[in-house]
């Protein structure tokens, strides 16, 4: 038996389990915990990387791409391009790719180095000799190069807005049950007249050299098929045919089977090109 629990003093309080479990309330001067614990000044051996802040609001493809964009979010004419203020934009906007990106700023060097010889070019008083050379306006090839790229551009923005598979849609997939109903081929006549040479070639081989007249009834024969086909629901069709009895015989037996296929009494059927032949009674509706 187990010993009782003495019953509270009195004048002790018991504690409040909601308050035990309940989080400590936050504190206002803290700026942030660090395992439950409010830390109320930063850090002194915290290091925070230049670029761990960085927003990024427009992303430029390459330096065509920043020139088209200056020109046309300021309503330039592309073909009168005003090339003071272009290339003071286009300088603060590479200072700003050197402070945090040296290799990415190469490229965009090589544009800028471009539009102050432009701009240098159409200060200086050229002649009519170098005029000429040049093609006029010293502008053109950058402009040639603007207006290629902005097709190119919008060429590719029409070509992502088409459906993509994987992307925009999914192909469906159905399965369709088959019939279990075997359907059988049709039997060529080349395949019936090999058929036919087999069994020719073998009765041959089998002949006998004896002369003698005998009496053969077509209706017999196709009459003994019938009664052969009664008993088994598929017959090979080399088996229809008594090899024993000479060449006569599977002659005679051949034009029955070719006459009940006529009367539609029998069905010559192949389960596949170049498979064995096969006979069987027709199936008359009921």
């Not at 286009?90 to 040296?102: C, S």
Request: no cysteine.
């Amino acid at each position: 038996m187990l010993p009782e629990e003495p019953a509270d003093a009195p004048g002790t309080a018991v504690p409040d389990v909601a308050a035990v479990i309940a989080p400590p309330a936050p504190d206002p001067l803290a700026i942030a915990r660090l395992y439950g614990e409010p830390m109320l000044r930063m850090p002194t051996d915290l290091y925070i990387p230049p670029d761990a802040l960085e927003i990024f609001l427009e992303a430029f493809e390459g330096p065509l791409d920043l020139l088209l964009y200056l020109i046309r979010k300021q309503n330039f004419n592309i073909l009168d391009i005003p090339m003071a203020q272009v290339t003071l934009q286009y300088l603060k906007y590479v200072d700003q790719i050197r402070v945090r990106n040296l290799e990415l700023a190469a490229e965009y060097l090589l544009m800028a180095a471009m539009l102050i010889e432009i701009k240098s070019r159409m200060l200086l008083p050229s002649r009519k000799s170098e005029v000429e050379e040049d093609g006029g306006d010293p502008r053109a090839e950058l402009v040639r190069r603007l207006l290629e790229y902005e097709q190119i551009k919008l060429a590719a923005y029409e070509l992502n807005t088409i459906p993509q598979f994987e992307r925009d849609f999914v192909r469906t997939q159905i399965f369709i049950e088959q019939s279990l109903t075997p359907t059988w081929p049709e039997v060529e006549p080349v395949d019936l007249q090999q058929a036919w040479l087999d069994v020719l070639k073998r009765a041959k081989l089998t002949q006998h050299h004896r002369i003698s007249r005998q009496e053969l009834s077509v209706r017999e024969h196709m009459t003994a098929i019938l009664r052969r086909l009664q008993s088994t629901r598929f017959v090979e069709f080399g088996e229809l045919f008594d090899i024993a009895g000479g060449v006569p015989v599977v002659v005679v037996n051949f034009v029955a089977l070719l006459e009940l296929a006529k009367e539609t009494l029998i069905e010559i059927t192949q389960a596949e090109p170049f498979a064995p032949i096969y006979v069987r009674l027709a199936y008359s509706p009921a």
